[in-house]
């Protein structure tokens, strides 16, 4: 079994979330924190044809990518995380297709509200693992990785 080559990457990367509707966004890359994080306004429960789903906006109303648009999830669940402050919450936990530095794949995010962050998402450590190194000096290396991988 081969090992994929890494990808390096620098402390702030755009990326894609298409099942967002996000394309090319700026994120936060933080090797201290594990789980992946993404700012979500408007965050509720709605049941829809019998079934319960999660519903929020992606992003701040003054982020240039914020659409206002709802998104829907059927598949989430809650998690149990420390915050910035070292706090322990509970979130919810969603699952998307990411696409950053070539690479497309199935990522974890909790929603939260960073709003008093300077960035609306975070890339935690599972999402890095095993597929990128960082180097903390640069930023948008992934602009050069054309190709996306399955």
């Not at 992946?36 to 999660?54: P, T, W």
């Not at 598949?75 to 995380?81: A, Q, S």
Request: net charge positive; no cysteine; aromatic share 8%.
């Amino acid at each position: 079994m081969s090992k994929q080559p890494k990808t390096i990457i620098g402390r702030k990367e755009r990326i894609s979330l298409p099942g967002l509707g996000l394309d090319s966004v700026w994120a936060k890359v933080d090797t201290g924190a594990y789980t992946s994080a993404l700012h979500a306004e408007h965050i509720r429960l709605e049941e829809k044809k019998g079934k319960e789903v999660l519903v929020f906006q992606v992003l701040m109303p003054g982020h240039k990518k914020f659409t206002g648009e709802e998104v829907v999830f059927e598949n989430f669940r809650e998690k149990k995380v420390k915050n910035s402050f070292g706090q322990a919450e509970i979130r919810y936990l969603i699952e998307t297709e990411l696409e950053l530095g070539g690479k497309k794949f199935e990522a974890e995010f909790t929603l939260t509200d960073r709003s008093k962050m300077k960035n609306a998402i975070l890339l935690g450590r599972k999402i890095l693992k095993g597929r990128f190194l960082v180097d903390v000096d640069s930023i948008n290396l992934s602009k050069n990785q054309k190709s996306i991988n399955s």
